[in-house]
């Protein structure tokens, strides 16, 4: 699998469907709900049980295997996804990319990470790793505010398989404000979950709009 593509890119749109499929089991519909929103996430598959399920359907147990083949010797028992974030990048015309290792030092929690110019276009770059399972429908919220809250932007990755190479995505294209009352220090929170609601990262930082020059 090429860094930066996600499984159903890899997979193709007539296995990508079959990837939750094949992840997790509805083994009750007796589970606990979640207080803060009624979902209730389904019990998980190890990536060990995911490779035994369904062996006899020829076509999706060599897809697994491609897959999932070159961390076999790594599976273990372990249901939980984990996804490690190494760094964040800010992506600018004013300064081209500008990364910080993640995580933040709690001293250096809140800490302004980036300068920009009023009117610019700048994405935010991310590298992780995934490890110990698939991890469904990882996507993310920024929220910034200066005040009050002022914007707020969701976006979804997609689905990850376990490798150790890492994964490299860029969040959507953002403006920053034009104007004296945009000029300033804003306050922001980066989120990532998946599908389960499984909090990996929330990340508050700060960024400051300087007058262009």
């Known amino acids: 699998m090429e860094v930066g593509k996600t499984l159903e890119e890899e997979a193709g749109p007539s296995s990508a469907g079959k990837v939750d499929e ?50 076999e010797s790594d599976l273990s028992e372990q249901r939980e996804p984990e996804v490690k974030f190494h760094s964040i990048g800010i992506i600018s015309d004013e300064f081209g990319e500008v990364d910080t290792p993640l995580p933040v030092n709690e001293n250096e929690s809140g800490r302004v990470l ?23 429908g990882l996507s993310y919220s920024n929220k910034v505010w200066r005040g009050g809250l002022i914007d707020r932007t969701q976006g979804m990755l997609g689905t990850f398989a376990p490798q150790r190479e890492p994964y490299v995505e860029t969040l959507e294209e953002e403006i920053t404000p034009s104007g004296v009352l945009a000029r300033g220090i804003y306050s922001a929170n980066l989120k990532f979950e998946d599908d389960d609601k499984r909090c990996y990262m929330e990340l508050p930082y700060s960024f400051e709009i300087k007058k262009s020059s």
């Open 22 to 71: 094949f992840r997790r089991e509805k083994e009750s519909e007796e589970s606990e709900v979640d207080d803060k929103d009624g979902f209730t996430p389904g019990p998980l598959l190890s990536l060990k049980e995911q490779l035994e399920k369904d062996k006899d359907d020829e076509s999706l147990r060599r897809w697994k295997e491609k897959l999932l083949g070159c961390l």
């Open 114 to 136: 980036f300068t920009l110019q009023e009117g610019s276009r700048y994405q935010l770059r991310l590298t992780f790793t995934v490890t110990h399972n698939i991890v469904s």
